[in-house]
């Protein structure tokens, strides 16, 4: 018996309204597969419209951090999170954009203390101050970043997505959203 995608109805591809199903048909080209997260909340149309934009607009900007750096933002907050749908999409994601077979995991089990980068340390450092314990939240923890050689447009991005993915990993909870049999082999073994 398969497993399910969701606890709530999911809706294939090309139920999809047009302006989505063009938009998922490209992740879909790129990727070899539709992520089960689109087939979820395809059935609340407007709101995947929100997650796209919002998705768009802090994973896909071309400054500041790296597409590496963004995904190692969501692997950290993901796993801390406890968010599996999230760790796996993204975890290979990141092992694709860092080139690193082992980095996703290492992160994603313990982002406390893995061995990062002085600028990977302060990214993930950033991330968690404000997933893990929002409400202590300080200044405090802006200043370390910035002494590390965050920007404050950096800053900015890990704390715009670190609070994407708290939306994300809750609605992941929420649905007991299963992740793509695909996701767990990518980047790991060469593409065939």
Known sequence: MAE?????PVVEHDELPDDLRERIAVIAEKSGFVPNVFRALGHRP???RAFLDYHDAVMERESGLSKAER??????????????YCVVAHGAILRIRA???QLADRVATNPWTVELTERQRAIVD????????PATFSSEDLDAARDAGLTDEEVW???AITALFALSNRIAHLTALRPNDEFYLMGRLPRG
Do not use: Y
Request: glycine letters at 6%; charged letters at 20%; hydrophobic letters at 55%.
């Open 4 to 8: 399910d995608v969701s606890r709530f």
């Open 46 to 48: 407007a709101e995947l």
């Open 71 to 84: 995904e190692l933002v969501v692997v950290a907050t993901s796993g801390a999170n406890s968010c599996t």
């Open 99 to 101: 080139k690193d077979a």
């Open 126 to 133: 950033l991330a968690l101050a404000l997933a893990v314990d």
């Open 157 to 159: 991005d890990v704390g």
